[in-house]
Structures are given as C-alpha cells and as structure tokens.
C-alpha cells in the first residue's frame, strides 16, 4: 500500500510566523508532488506542484522536495490568519493516473 | 487557471430516489476526471477515475452500480446515485486532469443530503 504521511495537528503558529508543513511517501518511483488547501467546508485548491529535487518558491510559498529522503514540505512564509486551513499533500505514481493524498495537515494561524 | 465547475452545489433527495452530479471542465480538456468523497472532518477518499470514452475504473469498496459514472466527453463526466440512502449523504467532490504530470483541480463539491 502506497502512503502518503502528513502530521494532522493542528499546527499554531502567530500571524507573522513561517508555518512549516512536512510530508513524507513510501513510494520512491514518485514522479509528482502538489500541495492542496482546503478551507472548511470547500474542495481543494491547488496551491503548488514540484516535480523536481529543489525548492520551488512562488509568492509567499516554497515547496522543497528532497527525494533521496522520500521527503516534501510546504513553507508559508508572513502567516496570515486567512491561511489557516488544512493542507494536503498529494503524489502521483508511476503507472496510475489518481494522485494518493495525505490526510492532511490542519493549519492554525493566531492574530 | 484551469477551472472546473460543478452543479448542482447541494442537493436534497429522498430515499430511493436517484441523484445526479455533473463535472465540467471549463477552459480545459480533462482527458482524465476523479470523483471524491468526503465525510465531516475527514479526508478525501477516491471513489472512481474515468477517462473519456471509457469505463470508470472504480476504487475497492466502491459499489459501480450504485455510483454510475459517464465521461461521454473531453470536458463533461457525471456522477448519478443511484438509489440513494442516509448513508450516502456527503460531500462529493470532482476533479480533472488534462496533463501527465498528474495535475488536478478540483470542481466547488456537491453536498448531498438524503433524508
């Protein structure tokens, strides 16, 4: 069985803050790595894809992917409380097409 | 970005009676579109995967001829529940893919109430 690992907090951070989200897969064929967010109540969004060893920076977001380590994490840098959330991880393996999601993790910012 | 729309956004049925749920890929061709499910305060769980043109394949557990699943196009796939019962009141929610990289996005959802 494939997994895909998150922490389900709730992760407290202050407004301001770098909230720091892990997640770690057992499949070392993993080809793709995206980072979904998920308001109460709403369907996923996604928010970042990273395909390769590295960070990816886009706004206040940086995904890092380190696949010797079968090991991605989100960064939210300047925390906001519009982004508590829960955040999901989702990988795509080789040979299937549905992506396997974490149970994602539940993102709390403090004003 | 790639938008999905999906309708209706929330549904109240009796018992017995049939629902159906539509996905559509609004400024893409989704070669490939998911149905989820979702409980209250849990995670996703993937009910289907369909392709255009083809057979839904469905996830262990997951009754095919309870939750019938037409992708008849590029950019349209629905989802009907069939005989519905209390139990199957949830969220459901679709996303489509159009890429190899896997990438999904995901419709509004559809919350079913079956009374």
């Known amino acids: 069985q494939k997994e895909v690992e998150q922490n389900s907090g709730p992760l407290s951070v202050p407004e301001g803050a770098i909230a720091s989200l892990n997640c770690t897969y057992s499949?070392?064929?993993?080809?793709?790595f995206f980072w979904y967010r998920q308001y109460s109540g709403k369907s996923p969004e996604l928010i970042m894809s990273?395909?390769?060893?590295g960070d990816k920076e886009d706004g206040r977001f940086t995904a890092q992917l380190n696949k010797a380590s079968q090991y991605v994490s989100l960064l939210i840098r300047d925390s906001q409380p519009s982004d508590s959330a829960t955040y999901l991880c989702a990988v795509k393996d080789t040979g299937r097409r549905a992506l396997t999601f974490g149970s994602g993790t539940r993102l709390q910012v403090q004003p | 970005g790639a938008v999905v729309s999906q309708h209706p956004s929330w549904v109240i049925c009796k018992s017995g009676t049939s629902v159906k749920i539509e996905c559509r890929s609004l400024?893409?061709?989704?070669?490939?579109m998911f149905w989820y499910r979702q409980f209250p305060k849990q995670s996703l769980m993937l009910m289907a995967t369909s392709n255009e043109g083809s057979k839904a394949t469905y996830e262990q557990g997951v009754e095919k001829d309870k939750f019938l699943i037409n992708h008849a196009s590029l950019t349209l796939s629905t989802l009907t529940v069939t005989s519905a019962h209390p139990e199957d009141s949830s969220f459901y929610i679709c996303s489509a893919s159009g890429t190899y990289e896997g990438k999904q996005y995901f419709g509004p959802g559809t919350r079913l109430t079956v009374t």
């Open positions: 990273i395909y390769s060893n």
């Open positions: 499949d070392r064929v993993s080809q793709s």
């Open positions: 400024d893409f061709q989704a070669t490939t």
